[in-house]
């Protein structure tokens, strides 16, 4: 094994983040020398340790399979274990390295069993392995950070979590034009179907039918509230409960991880994520539409013209609505405090561009939210870079208020009253809707990447799977 090479120093210009992997690319060749018959020394388990625990804490923490992967890697140069190879899927983190010579190789394993979205301490985790890799941080230093990262507490308490959850589906019914009423029982409705599927959750039930509760809790709330509405002739927006709590129920960032996944050659974890979206998606359809039939049957009126939408109105309140709605979603990430009004103005930025489109050009929904995607991708990622914060922070926030709540609403009612037709064509373009955001923000991101100098933490332009020939000329 070559000796003990000397730490680089930080460079001291605002690139720091996008010369991580040119740096390992660098370093890796004087690290794992072409010969293997040279006298080997076992590596420090010490190191395999903390790479394995940093990979976990990553991807439990919510990151993408390909920043994990890329951070694993820059932390197996900086702690100098040789050849070290990394796999990385929806549960599992394995990492491999061979000390040369006689000496067999060794492999580390890590399962993932609990997901906990905190987007607070992805982004602590990737200041360590930044520090690390350009020898600001030795090892002994790098697992005594791990540990108070692990120990930490989120930025916010965590009723402020569920608050966050009721504060999306209010913001929501805002811009549906809900009003005032409307946007305190969608909260309401949200918090508590929310607090049903953590009592379930503790008691051992699978998720879907956690998600499926919360939806039936926040559904029934919203129905009731339609009822009450037509009976005493209030003329409440009501159906804008339920719509807001899809919103809060929907899963956005397992769609955009999973094809951001997908595109970076990480298919494995690309299906698995998908497959999470769709059973999620799934369970929401489930609760809503068994409460949707069971008030059908019982005489509530759903009058489909009058159902709850922002259309492409530009109003104030709708911008508001837009604004809270990414900066309620941020708070139940853990995002911290100083980056919410950032990831309210790309709320609201996304908002401008879809409904503009759509009102100057008369464009499909689905063509209105790919330019908002986009354009929300190419900012995401300079922010993240300028404020050298992981770039999901950003994104996974600010796509909530193009979230086919409305859409999907619209096409379990339909289905429900005898339009099956029409209902299963709006449930398809509420996951195209959903796609297109995913895809959008994931093309803003490769626009970033293809004119930029280097990339961010884990996503330079060098050795990236992803980007080699793999039809035509090389």
Do not use: C
């Not at 820059?74 to 929806?90: C, G, K, M, N, Y």
């Not at 918090?191 to 051992?204: E, N, P, Q």
């Amino acid at each position: 094994m070559p000796s003990k090479r000397e730490r680089p120093v930080a460079p001291s210009e605002d690139r720091l983040l996008s010369r991580m992997r040119d740096w390992r690319a660098e370093h890796e060749r004087e690290l794992t020398p072409d010969e293997l018959d040279e006298e080997g020394q076992l590596p420090d388990a010490r190191a395999i340790d903390t790479v394995l625990r940093v990979g976990e804490l990553l991807l439990a923490s919510g990151e993408g399979t390909e920043a994990v992967s890329e951070a694993m890697l820059s932390l197996s140069v900086a702690f100098e274990l040789p050849r070290a190879e990394v796999s990385v899927t929806f549960t599992t983190i394995t990492l491999s390295t061979h000390p040369g010579g006689d000496l067999p190789p060794i492999t580390g394993e890590r399962v993932v069993r609990r997901r906990t979205l905190d987007y607070f301490r992805v982004g602590e985790l990737h200041t360590l392995v930044q520090e690390s890799a350009l020898g600001l941080l030795d090892l002994e230093e790098a697992a005594t950070r791990l540990n108070r990262i692990r120990r930490a507490r989120m930025p916010y308490p965590n009723w402020m979590i569920a608050v966050g959850f009721g504060l999306i589906a209010s913001s929501a019914s805002v811009m549906m034009g809900g009003g005032f009423i409307v946007a305190a029982v969608a909260f309401l409705a949200t918090v508590l179907g929310d607090r049903t599927a953590v009592f379930l959750a503790r008691r051992g039930v699978a998720e879907f039918y956690q998600m499926s509760a919360a939806a039936v809790v926040a559904a029934a709330i919203g129905l009731g509230m339609l009822w009450v509405s037509s009976e005493m002739e209030l003329g409440l927006q009501a159906s804008a409960i339920i719509t807001g709590n899809i919103m809060a129920l929907l899963p956005g960032r397992p769609l955009v991880s999973s094809l951001q996944d997908g595109i970076s050659g990480y298919y494995v974890s690309a299906a698995a994520r998908l497959l999470e979206t769709f059973l999620i998606l799934g369970a929401i359809v489930s609760g809503v539409a068994a409460v949707a039939y069971t008030a059908l049957r019982l005489g509530v009126s759903i009058n489909l013209d009058s159902l709850p939408s922002a259309g492409t109105s530009l109003e104030i309140p709708v911008l508001v609505g837009a604004a809270g709605i990414a900066m309620a979603f941020a708070i139940s990430l853990a995002v911290p405090l100083r980056l919410l009004p950032a990831i309210g103005v790309l709320g609201v930025m996304i908002w401008v561009i879809y409904a503009g489109l759509r009102a100057a050009l008369e464009v499909p929904p689905v063509v209105g939210t790919v330019a908002g995607a986009v354009a929300v991708g190419v900012v995401g990622h300079w922010l993240a870079r300028r404020t050298r914060r992981p770039v999901l922070t950003y994104l996974i926030p600010a796509i909530a208020p193009l979230l086919p709540g409305s859409i999907l609403y619209r096409g379990l009612i339909q289905i429900t009253q005898g339009t099956v037709v029409s209902g299963l064509l709006s449930l398809v373009e509420a996951v195209m809707v959903g796609l297109a955001l995913g895809a959008g923000v994931n093309l803003g991101g490769e626009l970033v990447r293809a004119f930029q100098h280097g990339g961010l933490a884990g996503a330079g332009m060098r050795g990236r799977p992803a980007a080699r020939r793999t039809r035509g000329g090389y």
